[in-house]
């Protein structure tokens, strides 16, 4: 305890001033809390308890992550990833969430894992997993009978695997309360229940083409099978996905399934054997494309169910409803049929059902029971994006209704309408981000070039041509002394960033989607899209990398195709085709601009560069190779780790990573040199528990230094990074030796260019060396910490001249933050096993601790819960003290960091305000005082005189 | 105790393989620093880590990296399955404003728990501190194989111990009245102030004798002297010498300041007078 106090005290010794001010929040960082694509059958809205006013959004998206949105406003009340307890979830995985309404329970289920939740506050009620098997199919049981208590609703699950069981869970611990096994054979497909039966679906395979369903019927309260039927469907049903629907929880529950051709629609209600057989009406003279049943879920709701037609260019719909007391089934009525898309969804209002139908052009709402409309609304233009599924919430009120629905967008975007108004946008595709870059506005060309013509003139013609160019400037004059007083007023009254737009702080990001498309963020509102374009001509692809020019991006996918976008409106300026496959992109110069690379897979430079240049690559078969630009042919040296060892990382220097010192000085005024070569990579290879940080020099790909560690966890992240004259990496540290500590550990290597300050090694202050003759080794210092978190991703901070504090910037991806280091906590040289002495003070050390404990002041994303961060990038602006940094993975974070406070600028603490009262009361006490001191001085005179 | 158990543990790997898992729950007692445990974040989790042997990287995954998330109840549950060789897991307790204390947790390879203790981290893994559990009814036998009737279904319930809360957020100082009133230089003004407007009508109030004495007296004392000479307006104050003064250098000066206070006093009460 007293151990731990300690370290809590040495930390707080840090200088503590790094963190953000609170009402900085939302000002300084945006975050978008994202979930993924909603999966179509897992999003509802749900009253959570019986007690709460309104509803809340419910999904469970492809991506695992299982979340509560507020339909006002549109922001995340929790989630949880599902996936973390489960092993690697298989792509065709059912993500399965069902609820009911006022039990604050919501039951999930992923692969093996079932896992029941809060609806309010998204705590676990229970989990459990059954190894071997995956669910099928999840119900909730709605019974009419007094024995389960009503705020408690049980699970029937259907489990596929060796064989077939369907179990039903206890609603409040998850144990199972009866099993039934299937050991047919047959392929598990759904359940169903009613208030008196459990009905399982399975497919059993003919023994011709096709597939019968097969209806079992079991006791809900001890699992036994009262009744099996199999309804002859082996011409019609081909594959699990034939059948349409297999209705849940209605009175009557149906199944409905549709002949090959897709002209007759059969149906039967479950429990019974008949199977009534609709024709399609198809006079569109296209082929149907889809067809889908809405049917609503509440026990009490009527038995209407709704099937949606869909051909290339309309859409239609009809109603149907059941009989209870015959169990026939009868079309009710017709929807139009409309150009364009549809998306149709089920709400209920106690009994009553109603249909929400959105087009793009408008939202449509009609009753169950009749076809006349109930409510429409006109969209505000421009015409909606297509919308693939959509959830709706109606409202009645005497005869007029409302609605809101929130809607999933083929480009993967949430949005919530409301009557017709678009309330929301959650741009759930930011997801899968797999890039991201800072446009670089162009509007400092103009002046770079006007300057370059300055400076190949003669003395006069440039003289003149200086003179032109600022009485052209003084055009803006005029609007500049419009927009002064504004300006002032408002730098005195808000602290808005507005002011600083001058600085580049506020540059848009751009960011690839995993769906092909390009999303702009404003940095100065939020991280607002400002537009969004699909880039690609697939429907995905795999962004290597985003180069940014003045005005334009250019967007490297795998394949070897480029598209160049437009910065400031997404308008696509040029394509180029796909050539070969490429793992990554690299930069080279030819002399005047920037030239890119494609590094084949192989690790060979896909194209040849003139001029100096060269690239460090990965190959497949895990070796380093290093490469003249100008020769792709064969690679100038090539590195093998150790036998048994695999390449997993390699790193190096960030491309603009300045250098203020080139050494330390210490607290005797010596100084200890920096080992500053810009050819440094730091490869991690890792073997079979131990993991080995090879130090390479680019140029010869001579080894500089190595460190090894055994024990270590393979599994688990392993990060690392190298910037200026230091290289961290972190890594799961495990027990050896009896002596040996247990947990994450974090490196620090420093390298300096002799061990004796004031001596600068064997090259001296020589301008020139060689890498390939006589390369002086460095002199490492290293110091390692145990740290309380594993670290996922490394990056440094970057400022424009490098003199602000470097922060380590650390993804933790179990406590979903990033974190930035200062990196005088992390000096190498920190004292060990004593206290600093005077002169180590004086240098800022204090003395070493084996553990670190994360200061909360270090939390870049303080409060907020940043999940699934892969990529954390930074860049420099024009104010030395300020760093961007942007994090993108599953959620986007972007925060404008001051690693030494903003001391070049003037922060929200200065208040102009007081100044400029301040300054008002002096002047009104000079005013005041002056004249009564004037009279007092003239007195004195005059009457000490007399 | 704990040197009889370690060894246990060097010889559990031929133990027998048990078939039910146990449980081991933590829960979260409310304590000073967090009165309301139920009001922690939904993202508040427990992992138990330990190193995965990489021969055995796919199936032994799930046993190596253990996650529990936050119930209603405010606790973390997990089941231990039962494992290839006993392990010595670090049981983390993730909170995002909450640090937990960590602890050492041992399973032996049926899944059942040996022990729990308070562990330090940057610390050898055998310095073991405050023992929470420790399974007391298990003798090893011959072959190092445990003995006990129902050993694997012992479920284990310890408390977490919150060791302090993260503060994210720099305090801004606040600009207030009062702050500024604290300020020494605005008091030495506001009191300067007072003495300039206050102390003349005080000396008018006074009644005539009362004001003789006060004369009479703050000519021999050199501090009301020099007060008073800076009151009158600071006229001629070049003969006090406040060096020699504050130096402690008294009988020169006193002669120097009683002729000057003299001179500046008639004019004083001149001016009073007219």
């Known amino acids: 305890m007293w151990l731990q106090a300690t370290l809590l005290l040495l930390a707080s010794c840090v200088p503590s001033s790094l963190a953000i001010y609170f009402d900085e929040v939302n000002h300084v960082d945006y975050h978008h809390a994202l979930l993924g694509f909603p999966s179509p059958q897992s999003t509802f809205f749900l009253k959570p308890s019986a007690s709460s006013h309104g509803s809340l959004l419910y999904t469970l998206s492809e991506n695992s992550l299982l979340g509560a949105v507020n339909p006002k406003g549109g922001f995340l009340l929790w989630r949880q990833n599902l996936s973390r307890t489960a092993l690697p979830v298989d792509s065709n995985a059912h993500h399965l969430l069902r609820a009911s309404e006022g039990t604050n329970a919501l039951v999930s289920a992923l692969g093996d894992y079932l896992s029941s939740w809060t609806a309010l506050d998204g705590k676990l009620i229970w989990e459990n997993w059954f190894v071997d098997e995956t669910v099928a199919d999840l119900e909730l049981l709605e019974l009419e009978d007094a024995t389960a208590s009503p705020s408690v609703k049980d699970t029937v699950a259907l489990f596929g695997g060796k064989a077939a069981v369907v179990r039903r869970l206890d609603g409040d611990s998850g144990k199972t309360k009866w099993e039934h096994f299937d050991e047919s054979g047959d392929i598990p497909f759904q359940i169903s229940s009613s208030s008196t039966e459990v009905f399982y679906v399975s497919l059993q395979p003919s023994s011709r083409k096709g597939y019968r369903i097969k209806v079992t019927s079991l006791n809900p309260l001890n699992g036994r099978q009262t009744q099996q039927h199999v309804l002859n469907s082996e011409s019609d049903v081909t594959s699990a996905d034939s059948v349409l629907f297999v209705g849940a929880n209605t009175a009557a529950p149906f199944i409905a399934w549709a002949d090959q051709s897709r002209k007759a629609l059969k149906v039967n209600v479950i429990g019974t054997k008949q199977v009534q057989t609709f024709d399609i009406e198809n006079t569109s003279g296209e082929s149907i494309r889809s067809i889908t049943v809405h049917a609503p879920k509440k026990l009490e709701s009527l038995t209407h169910f709704l099937v949606h037609y869909e051909t290339e260019s309309t859409t239609w719909a009809e109603v149907y409803h059941i009989n209870l007391k015959s169990g026939s089934v009868s079309k009710a009525y017709d929807l139009p049929r409309l150009e364009g898309w549809s998306a149709f969804s089920t709400s209920n209002k106690d009994a009553n059902v109603y249909f929400t139908r959105i087009t793009q052009s408008e939202t449509t709402v009609v009753s169950s029971a009749s076809h006349g409309i109930l409510g429409r609304w006109t969209h505000q233009a421009p015409p909606m994006e297509q919308a693939l599924h959509s959830v709706s919430e109606v409202v009645s009120k005497g005869d007029t209704v409302a609605v809101r629905s929130a809607a999933v967008l083929a480009s993967g975007d949430w949005q919530l309408i409301r009557n017709g108004q678009t309330e929301w946008t959650r741009y759930e595709a930011l997801t899968g981000a797999q890039a991201a870059a800072w446009v670089e506005e162009d509007t400092q060309e103009d002046l770079v070039h006007q300057l370059q013509v300055e400076g190949h003139e003669s003395l006069s013609g440039a003289y003149l041509h200086r003179v032109k160019r600022h009485a052209r400037d003084l055009q803006h004059l005029p609007e500049w002394l419009k927009g002064l007083p504004k300006r002032i007023l408002t730098s005195i009254l808000t602290d808005e960033v507005s002011n600083l737009d001058g600085y580049g702080i506020v540059k848009p990001v751009l960011v690839a989607a995993e769906n092909g498309r390009v999303y702009s963020l404003d940095a100065g509102n939020h991280g607002a899209v400002v537009w969004k374009v699909k880039a690609a001509e697939a429907e995905s692809w795999n962004v290597k990398a985003i180069l940014t020019q003045p005005g334009s991006a250019t967007i490297y996918a795998d394949d070897g195709s480029s598209v160049t976008l437009d910065a400031s409106t997404g308008e696509i300026l040029e394509r180029s085709p796909a050539t070969v496959k490429i793992r990554s992109v690299a930069v080279a110069s030819d002399g005047t601009s920037p030239v890119t690379v494609g590094i084949q897979e192989n690790g060979v430079p896909a194209e040849v560069v003139n001029g100096p240049g060269f690239f460090v690559t990965l190959s497949d078969d895990g070796s380093v190779l290093g490469w003249i630009a100008s020769d792709n042919q064969r690679p100038a040296w090539q590195f093998r780790p150790a036998h048994g060892e695999k390449i997993i990382h390699a790193t190096s220097r960030p491309s603009h990573d300045p250098v203020a010192s080139i050494g330390k000085v210490l607290g005797n005024r010596s100084v200890l040199y920096k080992y500053l070569s810009p050819n440094l990579a730091l490869i991690t290879a890792v073997g079979e528990n131990s993991v080995t940080f090879y130090l390479l020099d680019a140029i010869s790909g001579r080894i500089l230094h190595t460190s090894f560690h055994q024990g270590v966890d393979t599994t688990q992240p392993i990060a690392s990074v190298i910037s200026e004259n230091w290289f961290a990496y972190s890594f799961w540290g495990d027990v050896i030796d009896p002596s040996d500590a247990k947990g994450y550990q974090l490196v620090i290597s420093e390298l300096y260019e002799s061990s004796i300050p004031n001596d600068r090694g064997p090259l001296g202050s020589a301008s020139n060396y060689s890498s390939i003759a006589d390369l002086p080794l460095p002199h490492v210092i290293s110091q390692a910490y145990i740290i309380s978190e594993p670290i996922s991703h490394m990056a440094v901070t970057q400022t424009r001249q490098g003199i602000t504090v470097r922060q380590l910037l650390c993804t933790l991806p179990k406590a979903n933050s990033i974190v930035g280091i200062p990196r005088p906590v992390l000096d190498a040289r920190r004292p060990v096993g004593r206290d600093p002495t005077a002169n180590e003070q004086e240098e800022g050390l204090f003395k070493y601790n084996p553990f670190l404990q994360f200061d909360g002041k270090w939390y870049l994303t303080h409060g907020r819960d940043v999940a699934g961060i892969k990529t954390v990038l930074s860049a420099p602006t024009m104010l030395e003290s300020t760093t961007l940094i942007f994090a993108f993975g599953s959620d986007i974070f972007a925060i404008r960091a001051t690693p030494s406070q903003a001391f070049d600028v003037l922060g929200k603490s200065f208040s102009k305000l007081q100044l400029v009262l301040t300054i008002v009361a002096l002047s009104i006490g000079v005013a005041v005082l002056a004249p009564m001191v004037r009279r007092k001085q003239i007195n004195t005179i005059w009457k000490a005189t007399s | ?274």
């Open chain 2, 1 to 274: 105790m704990f040197i009889s158990l370690s060894s246990i543990f060097a010889c559990l790997i031929l133990s027998v393989p048990a078939l039910a898992t146990s449980a081991l729950t933590i829960t979260i007692p409310p304590s000073n620093l967090l009165p309301n445990p139920n009001a922690l974040p939904a993202v508040s989790h427990a992992t138990l880590t330990t190193i995965s042997s990489s021969a055995f990287a796919s199936a032994s995954k799930t046993n190596s990296h253990l996650t529990a998330p936050l119930s209603r109840s405010a606790t973390f549950t997990f089941r231990l399955p039962p494992s290839t060789k006993p392990e010595s897991y670090l049981l983390d307790i993730r909170s995002p404003e909450f640090v937990f204390t960590p602890y050492r947790v041992d399973i032996a390879a049926d899944g059942s728990i040996l022990g729990v203790w308070e562990t330090f981290r940057g610390n050898p893994w055998d310095n073991r501190g405050v023992e929470k559990f420790v399974l007391t009814d298990v003798n090893p036998d011959v072959n190092g194989a445990l003995t006990g009737s129902d050993l694997s279904t012992v479920d284990v319930n310890i408390e977490a111990k919150i060791l302090t809360r993260r503060g994210f957020y720099e305090e801004r100082s606040k600009f207030s009245p009062l702050a500024l009133f604290k300020n020494p230089m605005i008091l030495i003004a506001l009191v300067a102030l007072g003495f300039t407007f206050g102390m003349p009508k005080l000396m008018e109030n006074m009644d005539p004798e009362m004001r003789a004495e006060f004369e009479k007296q703050s000519r021999t004392s050199p501090i009301s002297g020099a007060t008073r000479s800076a009151m009158s307006g600071g006229g001629a104050p070049g003969n006090f010498d406040l060096a020699g003064w504050m130096a402690g250098a008294t009988p020169r000066p006193t002669q120097d300041v009683e002729v000057s206070t003299s001179g500046r006093e008639s004019g004083g009460t001149t001016r009073r007078k007219g």
